[in-house]
């Protein structure tokens, strides 16, 4: 299943843009640093690892959205779609509540994405810090400056590592991946909408910005699952949509996961990848 057309952004093969002339600058502090599939099988402190979606039919009823701050984040009501959303009350929350709280749906029959942050079920409504609603069949971005479910102003599901493309052998777009504060540049480049209150100079990454594995990494040696993943990440790359651990790679739950075989992603390194020069 291909979210987006195919000539949308983040269905880019970037494989053979050019490269950033400061790349090695802007990876150096985290060069080092090691994927992390921030996915997998089983439970990590009682939830499931990653973030979950739900596919819902074209008749599912909407559900009532209210934007609120709470002591984890402001209100981002007014940079958000308003409800309602047809996510049921009983979709999965992202971390059981605790963390980002992401709650997706999809509705594949009209080909629409529902996403919030923040979420919460308070009654027999949903209670959330921002939301975005996503026309599947467009290109259409975000309205300048505003964020979405995710601090990029990007929608996330089309960002995941779902195990069905793995199993079918091929990731068609860009994989979701986060950094620190420190590391991103306060600015963001298309098709990101939103910049984030981050502290990186001249050489970080703005959101949006893609990172690509080098082409002569060899991958031979890792599981036939990873290599999927790695070859995805030369010719599609990473792209960079939420401020958390460097080198997060983003996925959803799946108990067919390998989680021995996901930790192999830890061996590539920030400074196997090279930043592209995007238009």
């Known amino acids: 299943m291909m979210l987006f057309p195919a000539d949308n952004p983040l269905n880019k093969d970037i494989s053979a843009l ?47 959205v209210t934007f609120r701050g709470n002591d984890y984040d402001d209100n981002y009501g007014d940079e958000s779609d308003p409800g309602p959303y047809p996510i049921p009350l009983n979709t999965p929350i992202e971390g059981n509540g605790e963390g ?40 259409q971005l975000r309205q300048e400056g505003w964020t979405s479910a995710d601090a990029a102003g990007l929608p996330i599901l089309t960002g995941l590592v779902r195990y069905e493309e793995v199993l079918k052998g091929t990731i068609d777009h ?66 960079l949509a939420d401020v958390g651990s460097n080198m997060y790679v983003s996925g959803a739950p799946d108990n067919r996961w390998n989680n021995d075989e996901l930790q192999q992603l830890g061996k590539v390194k920030a400074s196997d990848f090279e930043v592209v020069k995007t238009n």
């Open 100 to 139: 980002d709280s992401h709650v997706i749906a999809v509705d594949k029959e009209n080909g629409m994405l529902y996403e919030l942050y923040n979420a919460s079920v308070n009654g027999n409504h949903w209670e959330a810090s921002s939301g975005a609603v996503f026309n599947l069949k467009s290109n």
């Open 18 to 64: 050019p490269v950033d002339p400061n790349s090695t600058a802007i990876l150096s502090a985290y060069a080092g640093t090691g994927l992390k599939a921030d996915f997998g099988s089983g439970l990590w402190e009682g939830a499931p690892i990653g973030i979950p979606f739900t596919v819902v039919c074209g008749s599912q009823p909407k559900i009532p």
């Open 174 to 239: 860009a994989i979701r991946f986060t950094l620190s504060k420190p590391n991103i540049k306060p600015a963001y480049i298309l098709p990101a909408r939103h910049k984030v209150n981050s502290t990186g100079g001249a050489n970080s990454l703005p959101m949006g910005g893609r990172i690509r594995l080098k082409a002569g990494f060899n991958i031979s040696a890792y599981p036939a699952r990873i290599q999927v993943i790695l070859t995805a990440m030369k010719k599609y790359g990473l792209i």
